[in-house]
């Protein structure tokens, strides 16, 4: 059930780390409402206190670029979802090569206050 899934995802006993770009944040599917709801809903998923929610300026330099999201799950694996299939990489040297990513993609990325504040004026844009 998508409850307990959501539960368990969101257990105050694990860690969770989400680096966004701003383009992301900004590009609407649905209705104006829809992406207001779903911003509201980010800005309060970023208050938990076991989440940690960046934002990659659209104005940033870019050292990395993820051309596809991915998830990293506690160092032991690494899913990737493509429009035909989900992929799960558990070789140690392909873990690595998503850790060394991710870091990068941190060092360009905004937390806390400011990313909080960047998400509120894409929505008082909409």
Same mark, same amino acid.
């Given at each position: 059930?998508? +409850? &307990?899934?959501?539960?368990?995802? !969101? $257990?105050?006993?694990?860690?969770?780390? @989400?680096?966004? /770009?701003?383009?992301?944040?900004?590009?609407?599917?649905?209705?104006?409402?829809?992406? +207001? &709801?779903?911003?509201?809903?980010? !800005? $309060?998923?970023?208050?938990?206190?076991? @989440?940690?929610? /960046?934002?990659?300026?659209?104005?940033?330099?870019?050292?990395?670029?993820?051309?596809?999201?991915?998830?990293?799950?506690?160092?032991?694996?690494?899913?990737?979802?493509?429009?035909?299939?989900?992929?799960?990489?558990?070789?140690?040297?392909?873990?690595?090569?998503?850790?060394?990513?991710?870091?990068?993609?941190?060092?360009?990325?905004?937390?806390?206050?400011?990313?909080?504040?960047?998400?509120?004026?894409?929505?008082?844009?909409?």
């Amino acid at each position: 059930m998508k +409850a &307990d899934r959501v539960a368990i995802a !969101l $257990s105050p006993s694990k860690r969770i780390m @989400v680096v966004l /770009g701003e383009q992301a944040l900004r590009t609407r599917r649905g209705t104006p409402s829809d992406h +207001a &709801d779903q911003l509201t809903h980010l !800005l $309060s998923f970023m208050r938990l206190p076991f @989440v940690s929610v /960046g934002v990659i300026p659209a104005d940033a330099q870019r050292r990395a670029i993820a051309t596809i999201g991915f998830w990293i799950f506690d160092n032991n694996a690494v899913t990737l979802e493509t429009p035909t299939a989900a992929i799960k990489a558990t070789r140690s040297q392909e873990i690595t090569q998503y850790v060394e990513m991710f870091d990068q993609l941190q060092k360009e990325t905004i937390y806390g206050h400011d990313a909080r504040q960047l998400v509120a004026r894409i929505l008082a844009s909409l």
